[in-house]
């Protein structure tokens, strides 16, 4: 069996989560992170844990079961989307969490720890604990669909998208000012590159060129045809 928690990562400090992280890998040393919610603001992670044997993805399955967004609540649009949103196997989240206390019923080092980060550091600072688990991200095996890698190999480009996007997500949460504006564009563009189809990534392009007509001049050259159109298109409207 596997088990999923859920976390959301704007209300955990980088080192609540770190304790998380550690007192799960307790009782799930086979356990794998996915981040889900592309944005600074209110990211969310989820970490599964896996008692008895690897986590493997049954690529049929996932094309099945997610579609387009077709169940209500759904977090990720299709498999490849959630291939893209794997942070790493146990290794990567043991590099992160690294040595210290973990939460038990007898130490509830996270209860006493919750309230008093809330009123320290998180109050403009969503993003710490998202910034601060982006550099131990780890592509997962190619191996871990049941498709001969398939999937995974598809997957990789998005999986790579997603990093420069998130880059940039937590550069604007930072600060809005003109260098820091410049720097998530670049970092927005990279996304772009990496994966054209990765739809999030085009339309913070879009969003941003509206707001700064004056960016375009850096964001066309890369566009596609089709999306050149569509860029286009929404920049012109009223």
């Not at 996932?62 to 490849?80: C, E, M, R, T, W």
């Not at 670049?186 to 392009?205: C, D, H, R, V």
């Amino acid at each position: 069996g596997k088990f999923v928690q859920w976390v959301p990562l704007h209300q955990f400090d980088p080192e609540a989560f770190k304790i998380l992280v550690r007192t799960f890998l307790k009782v799930f040393p086979e356990s794998h992170g996915f981040i889900g919610l592309y944005n600074a603001n209110t990211p969310i992670f989820a970490i599964v844990g896996c008692k008895e044997v690897p986590l493997s993805l049954d690529a049929q399955t996932l094309y099945s079961n997610i579609n387009n967004y077709s169940l209500a609540g759904s977090v990720f649009k299709d498999p490849i989307d959630l291939m893209a949103s794997y942070f790493g196997p146990a290794e990567a989240l043991i590099d992160y969490a690294g040595e210290g206390a973990i939460n038990t019923d007898l130490n509830p080092v996270i209860l006493f720890h919750s309230p008093k980060s809330t009123y320290t550091t998180m109050n403009d600072s969503s993003y710490l604990t998202l910034e601060s688990i982006l550099p131990f991200r780890k592509i997962y095996n190619l191996d871990i669909t049941k498709d001969n890698g398939t999937l995974s190999r598809q997957s990789i480009s998005t999986w790579n998208a997603v990093g420069h996007y998130l880059s940039g997500e937590i550069l604007l949460a930072k600060s809005m000012d003109r260098l820091s504006l410049l720097n998530a564009l670049n970092a927005y563009i990279k996304s772009y590159q990496m994966e054209p189809n990765f739809s999030p990534a085009l339309g913070k392009l879009i969003l941003l060129c509206r707001q700064d007509q004056s960016l375009k001049s850096k964001v066309l050259p890369i566009l596609s045809i089709n999306h050149k159109e569509r860029f286009s298109a929404s920049i012109n409207q009223n």
